[in-house]
């Protein structure tokens, strides 16, 4: 059974940086595509960053693009995500989720698409 475990999340002020990572073991990461999610208290989890199990393709939402980065390094079986320039409004739980069903070079979007999940980690950007 497939285990994620996310980390590096913490307080920052406004502009700052933190990198999350998510460890998954069980099975190789690179049978998934990978993707970051995060929610804030009150709204719905909503898509950040997805990479393709080959690691090829990647996928932001508008609002992180140019600022985040989504990264894998399948010999230590982790997916991280850089996030640099924080806003308040990165403030959420983020969580990984693991999708083994989709194509080598599909980086998906849709949180139905992810079958695994992460118990999430906490990012508080202070103003």
């Known amino acids: 059974q497939v285990q994620l475990v996310e980390s590096g999340g913490g307080l920052v002020q406004a502009g700052g940086s933190l990198r999350l990572s998510c460890a998954v073991s069980?099975?190789?990461?690179?049978?998934?595509?990978m993707g970051w999610f995060r929610q804030a208290p009150g709204k719905e989890r909503e898509f950040v960053a997805a990479i393709s199990k080959s690691g090829e393709i990647t996928s932001y939402t508008d609002s992180v693009k140019g600022r985040f980065t989504i990264s894998r390094d399948n010999a230590k079986n982790t997916v991280y995500l850089q996030m640099n320039s924080l806003k308040p409004e990165a403030t959420a739980v983020y969580y990984c989720?693991?999708?083994?069903?989709?194509?080598?070079?599909?980086?998906?979007?849709?949180?139905?698409?992810?079958?695994?999940w992460g118990q999430g980690t906490q990012v508080t950007v202070s103003s």
């Open positions: 069980g099975r190789a990461v690179s049978s998934y595509g």
């Open positions: 989720g693991g999708d083994q069903d989709g194509g080598n070079w599909y980086a998906g979007r849709r949180r139905h698409e992810y079958e695994s």
